[in-house]
């Protein structure tokens, strides 16, 4: 087979990833013909490209996956080849035939390698079959719970039953204990059947902690396959990576080698070629398991690109061409570490929803030898929901990680983006937090730590400062409702005076999965208590509502205040702000044990407001230690109650389908033991 | 009313000084106070805490409303008194709000010594409980006390101000109509006993709560009966037997959720008579903050008084009675957080014209019923032929007379010095003042040091001089240092507080707290009816 002759490449694609094929193909000699949307038309891959044609529309179906329009086009201007880029229609098997169909060069595997790779099921099944490690777990089971049963005793545990048609956590239920299968199987079900409508579950190996590897391929026509090392892609929020490295760091190298060998082994039984990334999960203990091949170029290329000096799209056209590989794996080396963050416009704060905007001002870090930034920015960029909100990707490279991190971190601090919120300062957080320099990274991480990376960028000391100010405003406020005319009083003051002391005070902020005890002095809080206006909507015994503002930092928001029952404040903050929305909960912090700790936590308390959806036991039955009691549903979740010790349920104070509140006792457990000794006294 | 106008600079080197002295001597207090807040040894707490009983602090904590201020008194108290080290004398004392009442607080810390009773414990036990019959306050006693420290007991049991006295007070207090709550968070063995027994409604934890004239070991002792403490004495035997206590509790909290309930159901007058001045008042026109860089490192230097009013009273307004006469005393009315006072403030030492000047002016505020505030820093009155011969004893006494028969409450702080008679004539512990603060700089003696080696000095010398005899320099200024030493020791602001010679030593930023946070508390009983005397008299021009 002699190679083909490339003179000029459709780029079906937009945005950052086009503009980078473009670089590549100019260098080549090759002229880049650009294709848009009407949105599209003033983007920067239509002005860098050498031809460009309007797709006529604003809808990705009409446009930018419009395979009969592209191929159209691709054939009037007199295209030899086609880069699909990322996304859109780059693992599309009917695209890549309707490329051959026209005689043109799909610049990707073939049309079977994509469709084989692109459905789960079969690759599973494929991998599987040719000795390749997927991950244990078995989908279409017999809906019963003995069958579930038998499969959780097959996987073993820590594993999830959870929602075929599942996502968001629901329907979801993560079982450590084979005991526990039962419960999860009946709770799953419930939720499952009022989340999605559709009760299918299927079970699944649950991985503690675990790393998103994965291995970067290239093969050629001629039955060679070599691999350009690993990546760490774990750092992934709302199931997009966020921040990837290369290589994928303190991996052992029997392990990488191993991982490398049933890489290269796939893709041999495939027949692939060209560019591609498969996926794996691995364990604590070094076990990988297969998740999926990517049939094309990813958007973490650069990294590879950094540590082997290989650019992988001219890789790519050479492939598609008919080329051999230039290189045997011999040849290729792997140097220094480099790490990407992807600059996404999204709301961190918010559940890291895509931001929208218009760019008004940007200016981006020097681009070296070091630091790499692929982007399509412009000012006046209107960012939107139309398209991915990834808008830019600042990759840099180090003779160590260390290095690495610390020159991504320079980068990015010199990479100023306004007019719409980024995750530029998350992405910061992430790579300077403590555990990510130990490299103790996992696909958990960012959602373990969530909330020191948000608060880490947004000065937590300021913030808290804040919060704490409100809590005692609105306490101040709450005491002052009926007591207009002691509101001068020092002792109306709620400000827990202390004769000589240091008048600091402890207070405990809960937010999202963290929960933080800070110490502040009033001297801090005071400032801003004279900045914050309180409207007070009602007042209705122990809860109080009020809106307020603080004008110089344009914060707004509501604060609920409850009291407990013990009469201790408690107090729900939501808090907006140009920088996102978020919720905290605030309380005095107390050195003392706390009430329904004291009694050796044997009585129960409703861990918040709720319905009871399942009661297990009865008056005066013995439980064990673990053992699920009760179940309460709140916000379309479930929380169970077990049991913290083994012994018998006392006063059992709730039935199902009561509607509790939080701290109001349910049952207490009374230990074998107490029982004895009650009968002697 | 006219502002007082500051005088002082800022800027100047020897404010920079002062600043520093005094800020070192308010981070030495705050942080002994810290010490003693620890309370017991960890240990201790660790034995108390498995029990799952609160620590005292906690305890108060919880009984107070949220937010409230807890005006706490003289926790000092014992302060380096014994060979044992007893924390806050082993007990804490102190005024807060307690469902919306201003109540006092009586809390044993059992992590000291068992909470047994020592000398200062039972003195600073019936100090509270003075104070609470004075300004109507509602009682809370935290009984958690194994009663007596038997080793002191020829200290605290006989006499009329021991340990006896504080059951006479529960039973005089609640016949005057002022709450007495007790709960029983621990042991209340023997005479401790009568706490909760006498008071009005009493509350006892499950588990932790004992009370009985004699424990299990006496009881074997006396009569040969085996008994359990919980059989004995338990919160099960004396809310469903015995009837010694009316409400039972699983545990700390709930005891002292039942025992602000307790407050909350007293609708009694007296109960409710605290009062609230409805005007809004402004703050003192300069920072409280200033007063580190007027108070002087010795108390041979002076400093104006008017800087300190200046600093405490609200929008810095003073109205001066006599500013031209007497000019040693400062004597005018002003406002604290809107409670009018009458204040006395030293400004050099007292002359008869100073000494008569006050006692009209106390007369004054008695008619008027405004509550008197002493600032002391005085080292005395005149002395010398002159004032002797104009009869500066006789205008003293008016002083003296006027301040121990004034009806309206009075409130002491000394500021600095606090010698001889000026201690008399400015209200000082022994007349009476509801409440008697002191900066840690103040020092309290019969006299000063100096003077006191320099007349036993003179005394010494003349009687050898008699007999013939000589006295080598360098003995006599050994014999001169000893007496001062002792003094030095013996004035010292936390030597005073350690015996309750005061209720409290306090920062001097928290003065203008402190006395607004007591004159609400005097508000509650603002006219003590003592004997109404036959034979009032118009006020006396002096």
Excluded at chain 1, 33 to 53: P, R
Excluded at chain 1, 401 to 416: M, V
Aim: overall charge negative; glycine content about 8%.
């Amino acid at each position: 087979m002699t190679a083909k002759t490339i003179n000029k490449i459709l780029i079906a694609n937009r945005s950052e990833i086009a503009l980078r094929i473009m670089k590549t193909a100019h260098a080549m000699n090759i002229q880049c013909v650009a294709i848009y949307s009407n949105n599209d038309s003033n983007s920067l891959h239509v002005k860098e490209a050498d031809e460009a044609y309007p797709l006529n529309s604003d809808l990705a179906a009409e446009s930018y996956l419009n395979i009969n329009k592209i191929i159209d086009i691709a054939r009037t201007s007199g295209c030899d080849a086609i880069h699909p880029g990322y996304g859109f229609l780059a693992e599309n098997a009917s695209f890549a035939k309707a490329c051959e169909e026209a005689n043109i060069i799909f610049i990707g595997p073939s049309p079977s390698a994509i469709e084989l790779m692109g459905d789960k099921a079969r690759s599973k099944a494929f991998a599987k079959e040719k000795q390749i490690p997927v991950i244990p777990g078995e989908e279409h089971l017999e809906q019963n719970i003995g069958t579930f049963k038998k499969v959780a005793e097959e996987i073993g545990v820590p594993l999830l039953i959870k929602a075929s048609a599942g996502g968001g956590g629901k329907g979801m239920k993560l079982v450590r204990d084979l005991k526990e299968v039962e419960s999860a199987f009946n709770s799953a079900k419930r939720e499952a059947l009022s989340s999605f409508g559709d009760d299918t579950l299927l079970i699944e190996k649950y991985f503690n902690v675990a790393r998103h590897v994965e291995v970067q391929v290239l093969a050629d026509q001629h039955g060679n396959v070599v691999h350009l090392f690993d990546r760490d892609c774990s750092l992934q929020r709302r199931h997009q990576k966020v921040i990837e490295e290369a290589p994928a760091y303190g991996i052992s190298e029997k392990t990488r080698q191993a991982m490398f060998d049933s890489a290269i082994k796939l893709c041999k039984l495939i027949n692939y070629k060209g560019a591609g990334t498969l996926e794996f999960l691995m364990d604590e203990k070094e076990n990988f398991y297969l998740m999926e091949m990517n049939t094309r170029l990813q958007v973490e290329h650069a990294v590879s690109e950094q540590i082997t000096g290989i650019d992988l799209v001219r890789e790519q056209i050479l492939i598609a061409a008919g080329h051999k590989l230039s290189f045997t794996q011999k040849d290729i080396k792997q140097t220094g570490h480099s790490i990407e963050a992807r600059i996404y416009a999204e709301q961190c704060r918010n559940d890291f929803l895509p931001a929208s905007g218009v760019i008004t001002l940007f200016k981006l870090a020097t681009e070296d030898e070091m630091t790499r930034i692929d982007h399509a920015l412009q000012a006046n960029l209107e960012v939107g929901s139309l398209y991915d909100p990834m808008i830019a990707k600042v990759a840099c490279w180090g003779e160590t990680r260390e290095l690495a991190i610390n020159n991504l971190s320079s980068a990015l601090k010199h990479t100023q983006i306004l007019g719409v919120e980024t995750n530029r300062e998350f992405v910061d957080a992430c790579i300077q937090h403590e555990s990510f320099k130990n490299n103790e990274v996992s696909t958990r991480f960012i959602s373990s730590h969530l909330a020191e990376l948000i608060l880490n960028n947004f000065d937590k000391q300021t913030l808290f400062e804040i919060i704490a100010s409100l809590f005692e405003k609105a306490k101040q406020q709450y005491l002052w409702m009926d007591q207009e005319n002691r509101k001068h009083s020092p002792w109306y003051q709620s400000d827990d005076f202390r004769v000589n002391d240091f008048q600091d005070k402890g207070y405990r902020i809960s937010c999202e999965n963290s929960d933080e005890i800070s110490t502040l002095s009033p001297i801090n809080t005071q400032n801003y208590l004279s900045q914050i206006d309180f409207t007070v909507i009602r007042k209705e015994g122990n809860q109080f509502f009020a809106s307020w503002t603080l004008k110089a930092d344009s914060l707004y928001g509501i604060i609920q205040l409850n009291f407990t029952k013990n009469k201790r404040a408690i107090a729900e903050l939501e808090l907006s702000s140009s920088f996102g929305d978020f919720s905290f909960t605030i309380q005095n912090h107390e050195t003392g044990k706390r009430f329904n700790e004291q009694k050796g936590d044997s009585r129960y308390f409703a861990p918040l407001n709720g319905r009871v959806i399942a009661v297990n036991i009865s008056e005066g039955s013995s439980v064990e230690q673990g053992q699920e009691i009760a179940v309460i549903e709140a916000m379309k979740m479930e929380h169970p109650i077990k049991a913290k010790s083994s012994g018998n349920i006392k006063d059992l104070n709730i039935e199902i389908n009561q509607q509790i509140t939080a701290d109001q006792f349910i049952f207490e457990i009374v230990s074998g033991n107490e029982q004895m000794d009650k009968a002697d006294a | 009313m006219a502002v007082i106008e500051s005088r002082i600079s800022t800027k100047n080197e020897s404010f920079t000084k002062r600043r520093e002295f005094n800020s070192a001597l308010i981070k030495d207090l705050k942080e002994r106070v810290k010490k003693i807040k620890e309370g017991g040894s960890p240990s201790a707490k660790e034995k108390h805490q498995k029990r799952h009983k609160l620590l005292v602090r906690d305890r108060i904590r919880h009984l107070l409303d949220e937010g409230s201020p807890f005006l706490e008194l003289s926790q000092l108290a014992g302060f380096e008194m014994y060979e044992e080290d007893i924390p806050a004398g082993g007990i804490v004392c102190g005024i807060g709000k307690v469902s919306e009442q201003l109540c006092m607080i009586v809390a044993n810390d059992a992590c000291v010594k068992g909470g047994t009773y020592f000398p200062i414990t039972v003195k600073k036990h019936l100090r509270a409980q003075t104070i609470a019959e004075e300004n109507y306050l509602p009682c809370i006693y935290l009984v958690d006390s194994g009663g007596g420290h038997l080793p002191s007991q020829d200290e605290i049991f006989a006499d009329r101000n021991h340990f006896g006295h504080i059951f006479f007070n529960e039973a005089r207090m609640s016949a005057k109509g002022i709450s007495q709550i007790a709960v029983v968070m621990g042991s209340c063995t023997a005479g401790g006993a009568y706490i909760p027994a006498m008071a009005d409604e009493s509350i006892i934890v499950e588990g932790t709560g004992t009370i009985f004239l004699g424990g299990p070991p006496l009881v074997k002792a006396a009569t040969g009966e085996e008994v359990t403490a919980d059989e004995l004495g338990g919160a099960r035997v004396h809310s469903e037997i015995s009837g010694v206590c009316d409400y039972f509790a699983n545990d700390d909290v709930e005891a002292l959720m039942l025992a602000r309930e307790s407050i909350k159901n007293n609708y009694s007058e007296k109960n409710l008579n605290t009062y609230y001045p409805e005007e809004c008042y402004k703050e003192p026109r300069y920072p409280i903050e200033e007063l580190y860089g007027i108070i002087p490192e010795q108390l041979t230097q002076s400093f104006p008084a008017r800087e300190v009013i200046a600093r405490v009273v609200d929008d810095s307004e003073l109205h001066e009675f006599k500013a031209e006469f007497g000019k040693t005393l400062i004597c005018g009315f002003a406002k604290i957080h809107g409670y009018p006072v009458g204040i006395l403030a030293n400004d050099g030492i007292l002359f008869s014209e100073s000494a008569v000047k006050g006692a009209h002016f106390i007369q004054l505020c008695n008619k008027r019923g405004i509550p008197l505030l002493f600032l002391q820093n005085i080292s005395g009155f005149m002395v010398g032929k002159k004032y002797e011969n104009e009869g500066i004893a006789k205008h003293g006494a008016k002083l003296v007379n006027a301040v121990a028969c004034a009806r309206v409450p009075k409130i002491t702080l000394l500021m600095g010095g606090s010698f001889g008679a000026g201690n008399y004539g400015m209200c000082g512990r022994g007349y009476d003042p509801r409440f008697l603060f002191a900066w840690p700089n103040a020092r309290v003696s019969i006299m000063g040091g100096q003077q006191a080696a320099n007349v036993l000095a003179q005394v010494k010398k003349d009687g050898m001089a008699i007999k013939g005899e000589q006295w080598p320099e360098p003995e006599e200024s050994a014999f001169k240092k000893n007496i001062t030493d002792q003094f030095d020791k013996q004035s010292h602001s936390y030597y005073a507080s350690a015996r309750l010679w005061d209720d409290g030593v306090i920062d001097p930023c928290d003065t203008r707290k402190v006395i607004a946070l007591s004159l609400a508390i005097c508000s509650r009983n603002p006219d003590e009816q003592v004997q109404k005397s036959s034979d009032e008299f118009a006020v006396f021009r002096m």
